[in-house]
Nanobody
């Protein structure tokens, strides 16, 4: 059974940083592209960042470029999202996903975590 679990969310002030982590089990981790998505209250889910199987290629939502960094450690089956210079508009539930496509669309991903809440106060 595949399990995906996020951690690291919390409440921070604008300008501060957070690091999210995501562990996946029950699958061959290095066979999957990985991504972070987020959903704010009343808004549609959006892709934030994705990384290919080996970690050599990444893609970001325009509004987080130069502030967020996605990375992975295949030896630990773990995905990370380093978020710097956080803004109130970054507030939302952040989800980790594993799939066979490396894009910012939900249809590319097969397995999802339950999410971790990030709240940025102004």
């Amino acid at each position: 059974q595949v399990q995906v679990a996020e951690s690291g969310g919390g409440l921070v002030q604008a300008g501060e940083s957070l690091r999210l982590s995501c562990t996946a089990s029950g699958l061959i981790y290095e066979d999957y592209h990985m991504a972070w998505f987020r959903q704010a209250p009343g808004k549609e889910r959006e892709g934030v960042a994705c990384i290919d199987r080996r970690g050599g290629s990444t893609n970001y939502l325009d509004s987080v470029k130069d502030r967020f960094t996605i990375s992975r450690d295949n030896a630990k089956n773990t995905l990370y999202l380093q978020m710097d210079s956080l803004k109130p508009e970054d507030t939302g539930m952040y989800y980790c996903a594993a799939g066979n496509g490396c894009g910012l669309y939900g249809r590319d991903y097969n397995y999802w975590g339950q999410g971790t809440q990030v709240t940025v106060s102004s």
